[in-house]
């Protein structure tokens, strides 16, 4: 029998738009300026996100978006651009009629990033628009340019005294990576704090916008149930996986210089891990999820570098077969040099050092060129204390696991030992399965943004966070890199779960990976 037969379904209630009982506060008037407006991002998240948010009644009619980029280009021209982004975005559900009320909010500057004069134009495009469409000055500066720019703009930002607020806010929002070292992300969180308040500054995650993973804090601390067995007396271990299909694409200039620890680690998996092991806040709000987030980065036991070997094992992928498909390995995909030591895997193991997880380690693990998407995170149970079965069940009695199946096919999963019918004493490991089988109200671009228009910061990186992150990962990957010429890369296939030696970081423990 496999285990889809042994599935015991227990179904949650559908949540559809119409069945969606949380009040959504549409935000006050405001204006969107994105710098690098003819670039990617642009295209293919915020722009579509806005005109989500506008079609689906979640944005005031007063806004505007004024995007900005070294690219010359007319209102025109930008409105044409982004017409096709957000078709392509949602190619069964464009609404020409809708289109053609958010198109006129659609404005366009032409701007050289490092010339500070040229803030003064933004400003001067500014007033006219905050007038016509009454926004006040509540302003949001979206950074969607290249990490090797953020400052200059920030700084320009600050020069030109937009960052100040008279009347209304000004927040900035500032994407990913954000530094790619301690130094780095120290030098930038400086920049930004000549010119803003912390209070101004958002610092872009998205996968802490992800239905699910905001979910995660819910489903620990709005039940007691689950609450007293989260801890080093019931838990043997956990496990933290984000795998991907998708390879490199078209990003090797920045991934050359990233790969996989910065590009995933030092965040999105850093912020798992903290929704998973950190205590309950006294107050659900922004300043004390993020108290308590970051005091699990500063309990995490530093890597210990003379034998970083034993608790961090890295890969990169080499051809194979995806979905069936020939692909490239990763030193052959464009603009990847052909002997680069950049790593497309990683595994971890990381301990916390306090009184509720004391000995119980997390093993992370993300790579590009896996055989699923996946991203999930696994708490394994201790085994029963004492086999009283004995004599009469010969087999290792498999403990229990809680999957919290972040994307996709989002849901909960426990796992656990049932009696099979018939025999005298047969064991059956049977699932209890809740399937979210929804269609999410906000994309994570959209739930971003919105938050950033009603100035709630819970999901958003603050600046302690992103240092200690930092100040953990970096000592660990300059170690690494200071090996890369001993690494034989490529040394996973396309389409397997990784290397090797990741199977052997945990099975030296005594423990398996979950299959991906
Ligand atoms: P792009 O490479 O598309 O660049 C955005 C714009 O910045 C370009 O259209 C260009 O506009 C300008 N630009 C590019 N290179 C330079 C340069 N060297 N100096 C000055 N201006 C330059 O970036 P994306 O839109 O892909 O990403 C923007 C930011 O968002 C980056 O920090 C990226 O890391 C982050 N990000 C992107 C994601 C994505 O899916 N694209 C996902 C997560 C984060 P012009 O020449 O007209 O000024
Ligand atoms: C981005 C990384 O932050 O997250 C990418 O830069 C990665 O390399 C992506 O592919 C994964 O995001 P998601 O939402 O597709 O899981």
């Known amino acids: 029998m496999n285990m889809a037969d042994k599935k015991l379904q227990v179904r949650g209630k559908v949540l559809t738009p119409e069945t969606v009982e949380c009040e959504i506060e549409v935000p006050n008037p405001f204006c969107l300026v994105i710098f690098g407006a003819s670039g990617d991002l642009t295209k293919r998240k915020i722009v579509p996100a806005v005109y989500r948010l506008y079609r689906n009644g979640f944005l005031p009619e007063g806004f505007f978006v004024l995007g900005t980029a070294r690219s010359p280009m007319s209102d025109e021209d930008f409105r044409d651009q982004m017409l096709d982004a957000v078709k392509q975005a949602f190619p069964d559900d464009f609404s020409q009629n809708v289109w053609d009320k958010f198109a006129e909010k659609l404005c366009y500057c032409n701007i050289d990033y490092s010339d500070a004069g040229t803030y003064g134009a933004i400003k001067d495009r500014l007033e006219p628009l905050e007038k016509k469409f009454r926004t006040g000055e509540n302003r949001i500066f979206y950074l969607a340019v290249p990490p090797g720019i953020y400052e200059s703009v920030i700084l320009n930002i600050g020069e030109s005294r937009l960052s100040e607020e008279q009347s209304g806010y000004s927040h900035v929002v500032i994407e990913k990576p954000f530094g790619r070292d301690t130094d780095s992300a120290r030098s930038l969180n400086s920049a930004l704090g000549r010119s803003f308040s912390e209070r101004q500054i958002y610092r872009m995650d998205h996968y802490l916008a992800k239905e699910t993973v905001q979910s995660i804090l819910i489903f620990r601390f709005a039940n007691s149930i689950f609450e007293p067995l989260w801890n080093r007396r019931y838990i043997d271990h956990v496990q933290i996986t984000v795998a991907e299909t998708l390879g490199v694409e078209h990003r090797a200039g920045y991934y050359e210089h990233a790969g996989v620890l910065r590009d995933m680690f030092q965040n999105h998996i850093f912020q798992l891990l903290a929704l998973t092991a950190m205590e309950p806040p006294s107050v659900f709000e922004a300043d004390r999820v993020r108290d308590e987030k970051v005091k699990v980065f500063r309990s995490i036991r530093p890597f210990p570098i003379d034998s970083a070997g034993e608790h961090a094992v890295l890969g990169q992928y080499g051809s194979g077969a995806i979905d069936g498909a020939e692909v490239l390995g990763y030193r052959g ?72 199946r972040l994307q996709p096919d989002e849901g909960i999963t426990l796992e656990f030992q049932t009696k099979a019918p018939g025999g005298k004493l047969c064991l059956n490991k049977v699932l209890m399965d809740f399937s979210y089988q929804t269609v999410f109200t906000f994309e994570a671009y959209e739930r971003v943004l919105l938050d950033c228009m009603q100035g709630d910061q819970m999901l958003f990186v603050r600046e302690d966070g992103v240092d200690a992150t930092w100040s953990l990962l970096t000592p660990l990957i300059e170690k690494l890199e200071s090996e890369a010429g001993r690494l034989r890369f490529p040394n996973y296939a396309s389409g397997s779960e990784g290397p090797a030696e990741a199977v052997k970081l945990i099975e030296a423990d005594g423990r398996k990976w979950r299959p991906i």
Not at 356 to 371: A, D, E, I, Q, T
Not at 376 to 388: G, L, Q, R
């Open 333 to 404: 995909e464009p603009g990847v040099s052909p002997a680069s030591n950049t790593p497309t895997f990683a595994a971890l193991k990381v301990f916390i050092d306090n009184w509720r997880w004391n000995g119980v380690p997390f093993y992370l693990r993300s790579g590009k060129r896996l055989p699923k998407r996946e991203a999930a995170i696994s708490i394994h149970y201790k085994p029963v204390p004492h086999m009283m079965f004995k004599g009469i069940i010969e087999d290792h009695i498999e403990p229990s696991t809680l999957v919290l």
